[in-house]
């Protein structure tokens, strides 16, 4: 089993950043992609960002604004994430996959609004 903790959510201000850091931990050997997908109220959950080695995939609804990294220590992927918009409020999911399984964390929220 692999869990997925997420943290660094909250509330800030539009034009705001937030680092959101997620630490996996147990059976993480098999993964071999990880990243950040986000349900706001009343819409379908959507990715983010994901990284694998070393590449990264983005939304367009998020380019050049947020970006994606893991540490050293490869069992932890943040998601920095600046010039925020209020679209942007949503629970954010960290995600890791294998070739058979998809692990979710318990999600953070994240509200921007002034």
């Known amino acids: 089993q692999v869990q997925l903790v997420e943290s660094g959510g909250g509330l800030v201000q539009p034009g705001g950043s937030l680092r959101l850091s997620c630490v996996a931990s147990g059976f993480i050997s098999n993964i071999y992609v990880m990243g950040w997908y986000r349900q706001a109220p009343g819409k379908e959950r959507e990715l983010v960002a994901t990284?694998?080695?070393?590449?990264?995939n983005y939304a367009d609804s998020v380019k050049g604004r947020f970006t994606i990294s893991r540490g050293n220590a490869k069992n932890t992927v943040y998601l920095q994430m600046n010039s925020l918009k209020p679209e942007d409020t949503a629970v954010y999911y960290c995600?890791?996959?294998?070739?058979?399984?998809?692990?979710w964390g318990r999600g953070t929220q994240v509200t921007v609004s002034s």
């Open positions: 995600n890791g996959q294998t070739t058979r399984v998809a692990y």
């Open positions: 990284i694998n080695d070393g590449s990264l």
